[in-house]
């Protein structure tokens, strides 16, 4: 499922009609596919088992690494200055523990954030050569939930929360429409109390569709 989608939210995105931003070239629409890296830890885990009724005597992490993917939409104020917004999906990890109470016993689950919603403030250097470098800063609002079962029983909690994203990144102009970009950004203390919190970090490749 999730690797149909991701060509499928690119095709239908890249191929929103021109005609709709004719009259305004400064808009442009992309998407980006690579890899997603949660940085929450063992201590991280503990503590959202914690705070949903369970005492964790330990915690291991493992499988923090997945595809993540986005779309986004932005619009060109110049050629230093643009703002942009998008939808990432940036993947789970997965976890095991053993608990002591209220059940002794083990759990094994997984944390996904599976939505969230951005918005950026990007700055671009043009470097020559059809290259450019940028950078940005925001926000993001992000969807995470916890799931997790075993011979302790069974916890699911799930909640939003916002904080701050930021990256940067190199553009390549294939021709005047299309633009390529290679990027990192990082989704800064991504969960709540009942999750866990952590670094979700986020390497991708994409292409963008520029109206003009």
Do not use: C
């Amino acid at each position: 499922m999730k690797k149909t989608y991701i060509p499928l939210l690119a095709a239908g995105l890249l191929s929103v009609a021109p005609a709709a931003f004719a009259m305004n070239p400064n808009w442009y629409v992309g998407a980006s596919v690579g890899r997603s890296n949660m940085k929450e830890g063992a201590g991280d885990v503990n503590d959202a088992l914690g705070n949903d009724g369970y005492t964790a005597l330990s915690s291991s992490t493992h499988d923090t690494r997945d595809t993540g993917y986005k779309v986004f939409l932005g619009y060109q104020f110049n050629p230093n200055f643009a703002l942009e917004g998008g939808y990432a999906n940036l993947g789970e990890m997965k976890f095991d523990s053993t608990v002591a109470a209220p059940t002794p016993g083990s759990l094994s689950g997984d944390i996904k954030t599976r939505r969230a919603l951005f918005f950026d403030a990007v700055g671009t250097a043009p470097l020559g050569d059809n290259f450019s470098l940028f950078g940005k800063i925001g926000v993001y609002n992000a969807k995470t939930d916890l799931n997790a079962s075993g011979s302790a029983g069974s916890v699911s909690s799930s909640g939003t929360h916002t904080g701050f994203h930021y990256g940067a990144g190199v553009g390549y102009a294939i021709n005047k429409n299309l633009e390529a970009r290679l990027e990192a950004e990082q989704f800064h203390r991504v969960g709540t109390s009942g999750t866990g919190t952590g670094n979700v970090n986020l390497y991708s490749v994409g292409l963008e569709y520029r109206f003009q």
